[in-house]
């Protein structure tokens, strides 16, 4: 008998989570339910930055900074001198709105607020030209779209931001376009636009509702993206992959900040794989206990499963990992289930009110007998992440230098069924470059005006590279049954691949979320048959959205 799909089951616990909004409940001391920020905006840096600055006192611990996105009531926290989060978090008129009705506030473009509802509505605008170097052609990206928020009854919020995208990208991301069966790096399918082969357009689109049925409880339904962890990269859950719908309960209680994450995903190979255009679905569930041990000094527990169904439509979803509490492989064990397990240990200390060190401990599979062995045993799939920020580097207000390196074990997060590897929509959910890595990042921001947002990164990193015809662990979109042997099996084996990437951003905010921005992005890729070179200069404006990313 065909089980219920995990559209009908979420729609029926958020249908008796909302029976119990209506009923009365003491009102939250945050004063009710709170919208997310999006991922990726200025505002994360300054709440981490304010994190950092509060260790040892109660602030520190009111924010659990590896779990991400953060709540918009945690804008509260961050530092009390950044203009930006000021103007980000207030509600209150400016002296002269336009035409009286359009900024009546700092942060949005109409803006209501009345008894039991606030709305807010911003146009999104990316425009950015430039040009890539032995390219005579124009590289650009145009997006206009528009995002809505807003909190009913201070029980209910929403969000939601639709984006119409053409883009001419720099040439490594058209290649990586695709090598991913026409899939956008960190969006979905594109098409050509008016024939122009060079060209790409594509649809962005998110959105989610959230619930406080209780004050200790988030509830939040929709497409969006969600991230594990407070580094750079992330080898448990990041944001890289394409939006997926999800179902979270977030539950925070003393010490203890608990999320579920239930996920619906795509399983999107080859055009030929589908049938009738329909993508196949697999599913994933996410657990993280996050707790503060001391204000200063956080530990998160993570374990993650992804699996699918076996029916005639290929559409199914395993109620037994809806479960909270369970741990996975126990029902791996008992139920036969052969979900794809990944564990995980998120952790970071924040000192001297200058420094967070942090880390990651990734486990897709261990056997301990053969660990201590060191034989170098295929199954033994792991990765690890350190990392440290400094901020005011050398007593210099707002200067700030980030250092981290991670590596993942060739085979981490394939599995020899690929319809369960962590993938969703032919993309990792961790790390974007796979498994099989060693990486290092230096990251320097530097915030001298209030205007003025500057950043540079560094990215330095050594693959094992497969082809057509091998499986060296770094594609895990390969099953793990071709792999090239089972023991001396090391990182970075297979073709050795050299990334360098840096990145230079400065950016100079004319009006609140708006950018004027100047970018240099300078890519290098050597291996033992050729060495490539990317170097790319680009001007543009950018109006309530983040910059694009392409670190791969």
């Given at each position: 008998?065909?089980q219920?799909c995990?559209?009908?089951?979420t729609?029926l616990?958020?249908n008796?989570?909302s029976?119990r909004v209506?009923?009365?409940m003491p009102e939250?001391?945050s004063?009710?339910?709170?919208?997310?920020v999006?991922?990726?905006e200025?505002?994360?840096?300054f709440?981490e930055r304010?994190?950092?600055q509060s260790?040892?006192?109660?602030l520190?611990g009111?924010?659990f900074?590896?779990i991400?996105?953060?709540?918009?009531s945690?804008?509260?926290?961050s530092?009390?001198?950044s203009d930006y989060v000021?103007n980000?978090s207030s509600?209150?008129p400016?002296?002269?709105?336009?035409l009286k009705?359009f900024y009546?506030?700092?942060?949005?473009?109409?803006?209501?607020?009345?008894?039991d509802f606030?709305l807010?509505?911003?146009?999104?605008?990316?425009?950015?030209?430039?040009?890539?170097?032995?390219t005579?052609?124009?590289?650009y990206?145009n997006?206009?779209?528009v995002?809505v928020?807003?909190?009913?009854?201070?029980?209910v919020?929403?969000?939601?931001?639709?984006g119409?995208?053409?883009?001419?990208f720099i040439?490594?991301?058209?290649?990586?376009i695709?090598?991913?069966?026409?899939?956008?790096?960190g969006?979905?399918?594109v098409k050509?636009?008016?024939?122009?082969?060079?060209?790409?357009?594509?649809l962005?689109?998110?959105g989610c509702?959230?619930?406080?049925?209780i004050?200790?409880i988030?509830?939040?339904f929709?497409?969006?993206?969600?991230f594990?962890g407070n580094?750079h990269?992330?080898l448990l859950?990041?944001d890289?992959?394409?939006d997926?719908l999800f179902?979270?309960?977030?539950t925070?209680?003393w010490k203890l900040?608990?999320?579920?994450l239930?996920?619906?995903l795509m399983?999107y190979?080859?055009?030929n794989?589908?049938?009738?255009g329909y993508?196949?679905?697999?599913?994933?569930?996410f657990h993280t206990l996050s707790?503060?041990?001391?204000p200063?000094f956080?530990?998160a527990?993570?374990?993650?499963v992804v699996?699918?169904?076996?029916?005639s439509?290929n559409?199914h979803?395993?109620l037994?990992?809806l479960?909270?509490?369970?741990l996975?492989r126990t029902i791996?064990?008992?139920s036969?289930s052969s979900?794809?397990?990944?564990l995980g240990l998120?952790?970071?200390w924040n000192?001297?009110h200058?420094f967070?060190?942090?880390?990651?401990?990734?486990?897709?599979d261990?056997?301990y007998r053969?660990?201590?062995?060191?034989?170098?045993w295929?199954?033994?799939k792991?990765?690890f992440?350190?990392?440290v920020k400094?901020?005011n580097v050398?007593?210099v207000s707002?200067?700030d230098?980030?250092?981290?390196?991670?590596?993942a074990?060739p085979y981490?997060?394939?599995?020899?069924?690929?319809a369960i590897n962590?993938?969703h929509?032919h993309q990792?959910?961790?790390h974007p470059l796979g498994?099989?890595?060693?990486e290092?990042?230096?990251?320097?921001?530097y915030h001298p005006?209030p205007?003025?947002?500057?950043?540079?990164t560094l990215i330095?990193?050594n693959?094992?590279?497969?082809?057509?015809t091998?499986?060296?662990?770094?594609?895990?979109?390969l099953?793990?049954?071709?792999?090239?042997w089972d023991y001396?099996?090391v990182t970075?084996?297979g073709f050795s691949t050299?990334?360098?990437?840096?990145?230079?951003?400065?950016?100079?905010?004319?009006?609140?979320?708006?950018?004027?921005?100047?970018?240099?992005?300078?890519?290098q890729v050597?291996t033992?048959m050729?060495?490539?070179k990317?170097f790319?200069?680009g001007?543009?404006?950018r109006?309530?959205?983040?910059e694009?990313?392409?670190?791969?």
């Amino acid at each position: 008998m065909r089980q219920p799909c995990i559209a009908c089951t979420t729609l029926l616990l958020l249908n008796v989570l909302s029976s119990r909004v209506s009923a009365q409940m003491p009102e939250p001391k945050s004063g009710g339910v709170s919208t997310f920020v999006p991922l990726n905006e200025p505002s994360y840096h300054f709440v981490e930055r304010s994190s950092i600055q509060s260790c040892g006192d109660s602030l520190s611990g009111a924010i659990f900074t590896g779990i991400k996105p953060y709540m918009r009531s945690a804008l509260g926290f961050s530092a009390a001198d950044s203009d930006y989060v000021k103007n980000e978090s207030s509600f209150t008129p400016v002296r002269k709105p336009i035409l009286k009705h359009f900024y009546r506030t700092p942060a949005h473009l109409y803006h209501v607020d009345v008894p039991d509802f606030q709305l807010a509505v911003d146009p999104v605008i990316h425009f950015q030209v430039g040009s890539e170097q032995g390219t005579d052609e124009f590289k650009y990206i145009n997006t206009r779209g528009v995002e809505v928020e807003g909190i009913v009854a201070k029980r209910v919020g929403f969000h939601s931001y639709i984006g119409e995208n053409q883009g001419n990208f720099i040439e490594y991301v058209h290649e990586r376009i695709a090598e991913n069966y026409s899939v956008m790096p960190g969006e979905g399918r594109v098409k050509v636009f008016k024939d122009n082969p060079n060209v790409v357009d594509f649809l962005a689109a998110r959105g989610c509702i959230t619930l406080r049925p209780i004050r200790q409880i988030h509830v939040q339904f929709g497409q969006d993206k969600n991230f594990i962890g407070n580094g750079h990269r992330s080898l448990l859950l990041s944001d890289y992959a394409k939006d997926y719908l999800f179902l979270k309960l977030n539950t925070r209680v003393w010490k203890l900040n608990y999320q579920n994450l239930f996920t619906e995903l795509m399983d999107y190979r080859a055009i030929n794989d589908m049938r009738d255009g329909y993508v196949p679905r697999k599913y994933a569930a996410f657990h993280t206990l996050s707790v503060n041990i001391t204000p200063a000094f956080n530990v998160a527990l993570f374990e993650g499963v992804v699996f699918a169904g076996r029916d005639s439509s290929n559409r199914h979803f395993e109620l037994q990992y809806l479960n909270p509490l369970i741990l996975y492989r126990t029902i791996e064990y008992h139920s036969g289930s052969s979900g794809n397990v990944i564990l995980g240990l998120d952790a970071h200390w924040n000192f001297l009110h200058r420094f967070q060190l942090y880390g990651q401990v990734m486990l897709d599979d261990i056997i301990y007998r053969e660990f201590l062995k060191g034989s170098g045993w295929w199954g033994n799939k792991y990765g690890f992440q350190l990392g440290v920020k400094y901020i005011n580097v050398l007593g210099v207000s707002n200067l700030d230098l980030q250092l981290e390196t991670s590596m993942a074990r060739p085979y981490s997060y394939s599995h020899n069924d690929l319809a369960i590897n962590h993938t969703h929509f032919h993309q990792p959910l961790a790390h974007p470059l796979g498994a099989n890595f060693t990486e290092g990042i230096v990251i320097v921001r530097y915030h001298p005006h209030p205007k003025l947002f500057l950043k540079g990164t560094l990215i330095s990193a050594n693959l094992g590279a497969d082809n057509d015809t091998t499986n060296f662990g770094q594609n895990m979109f390969l099953p793990n049954t071709t792999r090239q042997w089972d023991y001396g099996i090391v990182t970075g084996q297979g073709f050795s691949t050299h990334l360098l990437y840096i990145d230079f951003l400065a950016s100079w905010m004319q009006f609140h979320n708006v950018f004027l921005d100047l970018q240099l992005t300078l890519r290098q890729v050597n291996t033992a048959m050729e060495s490539r070179k990317d170097f790319y200069a680009g001007i543009g404006i950018r109006m309530n959205i983040p910059e694009r990313r392409f670190e791969f």
